[in-house]
């Protein structure tokens, strides 16, 4: 993989593996090679091709060419020369587009210019709109054709997302409308949200001399569904070359909005691309940037702040909000999402995230305040939460709340904190007083699962949170609850044997061993590395147990196991590999937690360029991504991009903001061996900062505008600070 230049990624080779181009209301996935293969399980190969969610509009598009000349009319499928496997594959302006390019036009059917034709395809989804728009330019080379028939042909599959509540239209139906080509999922059913006109449609800027509709009319590739084909003839002129754009667009309320989308972005193709390209740059450029002087941490979180961004979503129904990953976790989640609200803070994408939380907290409504593990674009419950998901939501309202300054945010999401906690949380059953954190939270459950490391955090924000509402009643009752929830923490899950933590314990409210670890005399030390990432652990046994999680049954190179493995076998998350990293942080171990970084780092482009994946096989091989891909893991994840901007920032300057009294602690700590790093663009508020570290952890900070700030750096040699 090629880096050309700032924000763009070059493939020759290995082209078969998937890739996401995002907009925030329309996304493609597909192979590098150019292909639009069936892929995904929750909707049983259907989670690829084009989406404006909540509906899903085509399977593909393929492009195809043929000689205009023996009086050749051009729909003879056995004429045309369909567009194979593409020589390369760019990801450009920070994911903006993409292109396929195929450098010499190889001999695929009877076409006759083998050598003779270059092609590039340039495809980019809107900012903003539910539309995709795709540019061809074609070039004759010396002795090729001056004239061409090309074909555009659309594999139209218009159904709803996974776990909607709509069932699938019945049929679809093509027509054409002042040029303009339209199809409607076609439906008996008198459902909400206008079902039964759920439409695509597709507009071009060159004129189209003929259509082709039908079930049966098929390029180089084949897909599954209950599909519709739309082949479309169009006539250019190669004086040497020629540029030929069309756009599709989606609408789940009918025709007209389709029709209008589709229309309005290709008059205005050079705008909307601009627009996206802009807004990328604009991330990448006037957001938070680190330097260091190690190109692989640097990477990382530059190409990470854009995962961030590539998988934030608006649906038309219930807003804007960040899908957990692509292809198949095209949805959201409570957990996944507050988990990574730290790293869009860091990253400078504020309004995302409190969008993301405003948005989960309208769904915990319909939920009785309880925090929902996971739901979709047409905002239907796919599950309906586990307990900790509830106080992590509270943790990250506080964590936006001191990046942001937003008043009128604290004062909207206060009272569904307060209901999540003390309405839904502590009226669930007990057992010795300890929750139950099991899935069905039955009171006969035969093992009280999970640390309440989640409800220590919850209370502990309730509580800050409370005191800026001076609502001293709620304080004093949050900051009893935090202390019973750290003591059950100390008391019941330190497993002294193993000098680490344990994630379980049974009905006698004993930590569980399994066998295979009192055979392996090694522990799971993951529960460790979540409790580190909360902060919520007794410091001396945190540092025990985060020393434990480098040995070779818990961690390579690479990453911390999922759990204890033969290093060479399995396989680890960088989410996982991530909370280690800040948990040793936390702690003071920072070559530790640079380690992980580094390890997470590397798995950057694993399967899609400049995207970090859910998980990686335990040595690397990405070849083994087909394995990991029938256990349905995904090659875009959000946590695995947010942590990862987390850590460097926080391991780095350790930063505390408090946006809304005007106030920031730093504690800047400058690896060993590094010469300098710098944060760029760090967003407090409406304030924006720069702050470089030298040899003895000097640290000069530059204000670039907004507010100034009362700034306390403090000494990160003094252990206080990681107590």
């Not at 409790?531 to 902060?535: E, F, I, T, V």
């Given at each position: 993989m090629k880096d050309n230049k700032q924000g763009e990624l070059t493939k020759t080779t290995d082209l078969k593996r998937p890739y996401a181009l995002c907009g925030r209301r329309c996304y493609a996935i597909g192979t590098q090679d150019s292909f639009w293969p069936d892929v995904g399980w929750h909707t049983f190969n259907e989670m690829g091709g084009i989406w404006t969610h909540p509906i899903k509009v085509a399977d593909g598009i393929w492009i195809g060419f043929?000689?205009?000349?023996?009086?050749?009319?051009?729909?003879?499928?056995?004429r045309r020369g369909w567009l194979r496997e593409c020589d390369e594959f760019v990801v450009g302006d920070w994911g903006a587009w993409v292109d396929h390019k195929w450098e010499n036009i190889r001999e695929q059917t009877n076409w006759g210019i083998t050598g003779k034709l270059a092609v590039e395809r340039r495809m980019f989804t809107c900012k903003d709109e539910p539309a995709m728009g795709t540019e061809v330019h074609v070039t004759s080379k010396p002795g090729g054709p001056k004239e061409l028939l090309m074909y555009v042909l659309t594999r139209y599959d218009i159904i709803p997302t996974w776990c909607s509540g709509w069932p699938d239209p019945i049929s679809l139906e093509a027509e054409t409308v002042d040029g303009v080509v339209v199809v409607h999922g076609v439906t008996n059913n008198d459902l909400p949200f206008a079902y039964g006109k759920w439409t695509a449609a597709m507009a071009f800027d060159t004129p189209v001399s003929r259509v082709a509709i039908g079930d049966d009319i098929w390029g180089w590739e084949r897909t599954t569904g209950k599909g519709m084909s739309v082949l479309a003839k169009i006539p250019i002129k190669l004086e040497p070359d020629a540029t030929v754009r069309f756009v599709i667009a989606g609408d789940h309320t009918g025709e007209k909005g389709a029709?209008?989308?589709?229309?309005?972005?290709?008059?205005?193709?050079?705008?909307?691309?601009?627009e996206k390209v802009g807004w990328y740059k604009k991330i990448a450029e006037e957001m938070t940037v680190v330097e260091t002087p190690e190109k692989l941490l640097n990477d990382g979180y530059s190409w990470g702040k854009m995962n961030l961004e590539w998988l934030t979503q608006t649906s038309p129904i219930i807003g804007t909000g960040a899908y957990a990953g692509l292809q198949d976790y095209a949805q959201y989640f409570t957990g996944d999402t507050v988990v990574s609200i730290a790293g869009m803070l860091n990253c400078g994408l504020h309004e995302t995230?409190?969008?993301?939380?405003r948005m989960l907290a309208m769904i915990m409504e319909k939920n009785d305040w309880r925090a929902v593990h996971a739901f979709v674009s047409t905002g239907n419950i796919y599950d309906p939460g586990s307990v900790g998901e509830t106080p992590l939501f509270a943790y990250y309202v506080w964590e936006t709340y001191k990046w942001t300054g937003d008043e009128e945010f604290l004062k909207e999401m206060y009272p569904v904190c307060k209901k999540g906690l003390f309405d839904y949380l502590?009226?669930?059953?007990?057992r010795d007083d300890i929750i139950l954190v099991d899935f069905e939270d039955k009171p006969d459950s035969a093992v009280d699962a999970g640390c309440p490391t989640h409800m220590a955090m919850g209370f502990l924000a309730m509580r800050q949170m409370a005191e800026r509402?001076?609502?001293w009643d709620i304080v004093g009752k949050a900051g009893a609850q935090t202390l019973r929830f750290k003591n059950q923490i100390e008391e019941i899950f330190w497993v002294d044997e193993f000098g680490s933590y344990a994630g379980m314990v049974d009905e006698k409210l004993k930590p569980q061993i399994s066998d295979f670890e009192k055979e392996k005399g090694e522990f799971n030390h993951m529960p460790s590395v979540y409790?580190?990432?909360?902060?919520a652990g007794e410091k001396s046994r945190m540092v025990s147990a985060l020393k434990r999680v480098d040995r070779p049954m818990s961690s390579n190179k690479l990453g911390v196991f999922l759990g204890i493995s033969n290093p060479d076998e399995g396989g680890f998350m960088p989410y996982s590999t991530n909370m280690a990293a800040v948990g040793a942080f936390n702690y003071g171990e920072q070559e530790q937690g640079l380690r992980f970084l580094r390890g997470t780092a590397k798995c950057l482009g694993h399967i899609m360029p400049g995207a970090l994946p859910e998980t990686v096989a335990s040595d690397g091989d990405p070849n083994k991504f087909n394995l990991y891909e029938s256990s349905h893991w995904e090659f875009l994840q959000l946590w695995s991009a947010a942590l990862y901007c987390e850590g460097l920032v926080w391991g780095l300057l350790r930063v505390e903001p408090d946006a809304a009294w005007g106030k920031v602690k730093m504690t800047p700590k400058l690896p060993e061996g590094w010469p300098y790093a710098e944060i760029k663009n760090l967003r407090i508020g409406q304030t924006r900062l720069s702050v470089r570290i030298d040899k003895g952890n000097k640290a000069t900070v530059t204000h670039i505008d907004g507010p100034e700030l009362e700034i306390t750096i403090q000494d990160a040699n003094d252990e206080a600070v990681y107590a």
């Open positions: 043929n000689q205009i000349d023996e009086g050749c009319e051009g729909f003879n499928p056995m029709i209008e989308t589709a229309t309005k972005v290709l008059n205005g193709y050079d705008k909307y691309f601009d995230a409190k969008d993301a939380i502590l009226k669930l059953p007990t509402m001076q609502e409790l580190a990432h909360s902060r």
